[in-house]
């Protein structure tokens, strides 16, 4: 069973800067996808960033100039650097990690941002 375990979350002023970091217990070799989602309270969960095999990367247009996401094969963790943090960043972000058969999901980590 693959496991995605996410951390960095927490609280942050307006114009900080965090970085996610979630960690598999596989290769990310194993994986066609990975990225990250958020989810606001009283929203739909939402897609902020992903990286797809070839190497094209994805952001929602409300992160673009903001937000990285990156990946180190040698730890098998998935990276989301976060600047420039504005309140509405505010969720809770998840890790997401697709192959061809299952898409496998992390526990979350809480982002604040407050002003």
């Known amino acids: 069973q693959v496991q995605l375990v996410e951390s960095g979350g927490g609280l942050v002023q307006a114009g900080g800067s965090l970085r996610l970091a979630c960690a598999a217990s596989?290769?990310?070799?194993?994986?066609?996808?990975m990225g990250w989602y958020r989810q606001a309270p009283g929203k739909q969960r939402e897609l902020v960033a992903a990286?797809?095999?070839?190497?094209?990367?994805n952001y929602a247009d409300s992160v673009k100039g903001r937000f990285t996401i990156s990946r180190d094969n040698a730890k098998n963790t998935v990276y989301l650097r976060m600047n420039s943090l504005k309140l509405e960043d505010t969720a809770v972000y998840y890790c997401n990690c697709k192959n061809f058969l299952t898409d496998y999901w992390g526990q979350g980590t809480q982002v604040t941002v407050s002003s």
């Open positions: 990286l797809v095999l070839g190497g094209n990367i």
């Open positions: 596989t290769s990310l070799f194993s994986f066609n996808t």
